[in-house]
């Protein structure tokens, strides 16, 4: 849908200014995203909800219709959240993982937010948004592209540590989502190998950003893989 009628699509729908703003900036950074890795052709669409996204995610790749869709409402809110989330809590390294990983993580967790202490702007946000949901079609169109799972050997050392964040993530949400009585098969679904392998390739990411960022080093973030 060209520019001007979507946003008064979203107008009529209720969304408010900035969360338009947010969807805009989201799609112009997925379109952006996408032509590193796969070129000219091929653009997917992108289509932007208006519905409620409680408990859903704010993006998201839909691998049947190949098509990225992005949920516009609160979307600002959200991905102002983001912008804490993305850095590790040190106090959970004694819950999530086994005994031996975790004064491993202790460290790994106290430099990253050391790293992470200047706040994430928005337009970053969006990038390593972009980044994850691209990955996510990469899982599915790009042939002999190899994934990262738990027993992975990392690339470089960051790769191992961002496994690490990731398997302590993970296993922290697997808990929350028991507690809270999601069904096995739900939980599975929202925390699978292909959601391991994108939020590794984020967190690298992540890590690795500055702003002038080069079209191949962004292209090299996408195809980061294991040893
Ligand atoms: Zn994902």
């Not at 390294?93 to 202490?117: D, H, I, Q, T």
């Not at 738990?150 to 050392?157: A, K, L, R, V």
């Not at 296993?171 to 599975?188: C, F, L, M, T, V």
Request: some cysteine; charged content about 30%; glycine content about 4%.
């Amino acid at each position: 849908m060209e520019k001007p009628k979507l946003e008064r699509k979203l107008r009529l729908a209720g969304i408010s200014e900035d969360d338009i703003q947010c969807s805009r900036m989201l799609a112009v950074s997925i379109a952006r995203m996408h032509r590193v890795a796969f070129g000219e052709d091929s653009m997917p669409s992108i289509t932007t909800f208006t519905g409620p996204s409680e408990g859903m995610s704010f993006a998201c790749y839909f691998p049947a219709a190949d098509e990225y869709g992005i949920r516009a409402q609160r979307i600002s809110r959200r991905i102002d959240e983001e912008r804490k989330r993305c850095r590790p809590a040190i106090s959970d390294s004694e819950k999530f993982l086994p005994a031996a990983l975790c004064s491993s993580y202790r460290s790994v967790a106290a430099w990253f937010s050391e790293r992470m202490k200047a706040e994430l702007s928005r337009e970053e946000i969006c990038f390593l948004i972009a980044l994850h949901e691209v990955r996510h079609r990469m899982q599915v169109k790009q042939a002999g592209l190899r994934m990262f799972a738990p027993q992975s050997e990392g690339s470089d050392h960051l790769a191992d540590q961002c496994m690490l964040l990731v398997s302590n993530a993970f296993e922290k949400a697997r808990r929350r989502y028991a507690a809270n009585g999601k069904p096995q098969a739900e939980i599975e679904r929202r925390i699978d190998s292909l959601e391991f392998d994108a939020c590794v390739v984020d967190r690298y990411a992540l890590h690795r950003f500055h702003p002038r960022l080069t079209v191949r080093e962004v292209r090299n973030l996408l195809f980061l893989s294991p040893r």
